[in-house]
T-cell receptor
């Protein structure tokens, strides 16, 4: 158990819909990272928050957004969903530079 | 960002040592070498990291070439549970603490035969 909790574990939704994925980082970790893993793209970095502020952006689509709340949990919002958004979405957290801890992921299926 | 190159796949037998290579010829002096692995249906997990000297922990050893242009992750006795994708990642320790996302390549898929 990494200490990073992601909910829900599985999500099935229709094209055009909007979903919210939630991540609770390890206690005390200030950084939260979101990654997308699809079969043909591997693990792609989406966005990072540090102590409530956006710090780095990767390959995140404009239809996607995220935020980190004062209690440090984070949410990833995906809207106008397309079939190609079906993927595993991972959240990771870290406090220092030694290691990042990943959650078990949310499997999103868009039908 | 400096790039890493790893073989797509490797095979090993159970209880034998495994040497997973990584080339990073454009590594900078401030890049740490990190290894993560991803077991089937799980999120990536940290394995080990180092800068210049060889490193050991309970999971593995990391051997870093003297010129730092390559490194090798060593699993001393492979088990079936070690079957995973292993990622070699460079991380610049001088970058602002709040900006150090890990950039994953395609990694090496390790198969362990019983």
């Amino acid at each position: 158990d990494s200490g990073v909790t992601q909910t829900p574990k599985h999500l099935i939704t229709a094209t055009g819909q909007r979903v919210t994925l939630r991540c609770s980082p390890r206690s005390g970790d200030l950084s939260v990272y979101w990654y997308q893993q699809s079969l043909d793209q591997g693990l792609q970095f989406l966005i990072q928050y540090y102590n409530g502020e956006e710090r780095a952006k990767g390959n995140i689509l404009e239809r996607f957004s995220a935020q980190q709340f004062p209690d440090l949990h984070s949410e990833l919002n995906l809207s106008s969903l397309e079939l190609g958004d079906s993927a595993l979405y991972f959240c990771a957290s870290s406090v220092a530079e030694d290691e990042a801890f990943f959650g078990q992921g949310t499997r999103l299926t868009v039908v | 960002d400096a790039k890493t190159t790893q073989p797509n796949s490797m095979e090993s037998n159970e209880e034998e040592p495994v040497h997973l290579p990584c080339n990073h010829s454009t590594i900078s002096g401030t890049d740490y070498i990190h290894w993560y692995r991803q077991l089937p249906s799980q999120g990536p997990e940290y394995v080990i990291h180092g800068l210049t000297s060889n490193v050991n922990n309970r999971m593995a050893s990391l051997a870093i070439a003297e010129d730092r242009k390559s490194s090798t992750l060593i699993l001393h006795r492979a088990t079936l549970r070690d079957a995973a994708v292993y990622y070699c990642i460079l991380r610049d320790f001088l970058q602002d603490t709040g900006r150090r996302a890990l950039t994953f390549g395609s990694g090496t898929r390790l198969q362990v035969q019983p």
